[in-house]
């Protein structure tokens, strides 16, 4: 059997953030023949542009994430709440891979979202906001995948989720499902 691709995407750009400490310890519960990686570079992606999205001009950064996307077997979206919605940073990157639209990236890709929030909200707002923008854009939002994660701050406070066995059962659950309805994909293509 091939290696199972999952690509995580963190709509958090600080580098110590929970969310993306959420992302590192999902990518340490994949099982054997599953790697999770982080993408890197959503910063440097510019605000969707029809004007950029023009074939043979489209942004290195919109088509590096483009073509990540692609390649992998499916995503785990791993987002904050900002404002009671998700972070420009994943609408950006949502947006970006959706198109062209009907067959972007993006399309029939299974998809999980955890989101994670100081609320007790578990930033349920983003979350929802998330799985809407990525139905929209074609993919396949594994909703029996979800998680949400709140007062984190209290929860996990200097701690890194991956010291936390209940975040971690959890994270390898949502990481195990993924990868089961990628693997699905790949044998059904």
Avoid: C
């Avoid at 992998?72 to 420009?88: I, K, Q, R």
């Avoid at 062209?100 to 930033?123: D, E, Q």
């Avoid at 396949?140 to 066995?165: C, M, W, Y």
């Amino acid at each position: 059997m091939s290696q199972t691709r999952l690509l995580a995407l963190v709509g958090s750009l600080r580098a110590a953030s929970i969310n993306r400490r959420l992302a590192e310890a999902a990518a340490q519960t994949s099982p054997e023949g599953v790697e999770v990686a982080i993408y890197e570079g959503l910063a440097d992606i510019p605000f969707y542009n029809e004007d950029l999205d023009v074939e043979g001009k489209v942004p290195a950064a919109a088509l590096a994430l483009r073509e990540a996307v692609t390649a992998s077997d499916g995503l785990l979206l791993v987002t904050p709440e900002y404002n009671g919605t998700l972070p420009a940073v994943l609408k950006n990157a949502i947006d970006w891979a959706s198109r062209p639209y009907g067959v972007g990236a993006l399309k029939t890709k299974p998809v999980a979202v955890v989101s994670a929030s100081i609320s007790p909200n578990a930033a349920k707002w983003s979350h929802d906001d998330a799985v809407k923008a990525l139905g929209v854009a074609g993919a396949d939002v594994l909703k029996e995948a979800s998680l949400n994660f709140g007062t984190i701050g209290q929860r996990f406070g200097d701690a890194h989720p991956a010291d936390d066995a209940e975040a971690l059962t959890q994270l390898a659950a949502t990481v195990r499902l993924l990868a089961d309805a990628a693997v699905a994909v790949k044998a059904n293509a």
